[in-house]
C-alpha cells in the first residue's frame, strides 16, 4: 500500500501503519485523515492481517495533533462534519485489535487516536495532552468522550480544562496507557503483545472486543445479555472444539476463524 504520509509494513499477521510526517511532528493533516480511511478499508478486508498497530514516525511526536494551518479554514460545517471524530470511531469498532504504539508526543487529535486504540503502549518519552483549549475549541475527535471513560470525569474535566501535558508515567497511573517501555523496546513490545493476541481464537478475539465496547454503553444487565450470546455462538464453532482439544491433548491449537 502507497499513501503520501503513511507507510504500513505488514509481518506475521500485524500491521503496522506509521503516520510520515516526521518533519510536521506527523500532524493530522486531511491527506493523512484520507490516508488512513483507505488503509482502514484495505486492512479490514486483508485475512493476512490479524491486528493493527499505530504509530509515529521519528523518535520526537506519535501524533503532536491536528494540522493547524488548516485551522484557521474551520467552519461550523467543518465541526458538525466531525471527519476525524467518525474516522477514530471507526479505529475503535475495528474487528481487528487495534494498539497504539506512542513513540512520542500525543498530543490533541494525537492523544484521540490513542484512545480509539483497544490498547495503548507508550515509550518512556511519551507525553499525552489535549491542549485544544488554548486554541478556543475543544477535543473533537472524541477526547470529551473516550477520557472520561478512561481516566474518570474529575481528571478527564482537569486535563482538558488546564491543556497540560502527563508524562508517560502519569498516564499510565491513571489508566491512560497500559504499559510504558524504554523507547527503544516500543515496536518490540508491540510485537510481544501482538503475537500473544494472535495465538488466541480469532473468533473470540473479536467478539470479547466486541461485547465489552457494547457493555461499555449499555446497563450491567444488558450487558451479560450480549456476552452469554456471544457466548452461545462461540460454543458452535470449529475453533471452540480445536481449542479444547488442543487442551487435553497437550498441544498449540490450530485455529481456522470459523
Known sequence: MSHPTLTVEVSD???VVTINRPELRNALSRQVLADLQDVLAVLRDD?????????????KAFVAGADISQLQGYTLHTGLEGAMQRLFDEIEAFDKPTIAAVNGFALGGGCELAMSC??????????????ETNLSVLPGA???????????TGRAIEMVLSGRFLAAAEAREIGLVTTVVPQP??????????DRILAKGPL?????????????????????????LAQALLYTTDDKREGATAFLEKRPAAFRGR
Open 13 to 15: 499477521r500485524l500491521a
Open 47 to 59: 485475512d493476512e492481517v490479524g491486528a493493527v498497530a499505530f504509530t509515529g514516525a521519528g523518535d
Open 118 to 131: 483497544d490498547i495503548r503502549i507508550a515509550a518512556d518519552t511519551a507525553r499525552f495532552g489535549l491542549p
Open 142 to 152: 472524541g477526547g470529551t468522550q473516550r477520557l472520561a471513560r478512561l481516566v474518570g
Open 185 to 194: 523496546e516500543l515496536l518490540p513490545a508491540v510485537r510481544a503483545l501482538a
Open 204 to 228: 473470540s478475539v473479536r467478539l470479547a472486543k466486541l461485547v465489552i465496547r457494547a457493555g461499555m454503553d449499555a446497563d450491567q444487565r444488558t450487558g451479560l445479555v450480549v456476552e452469554r
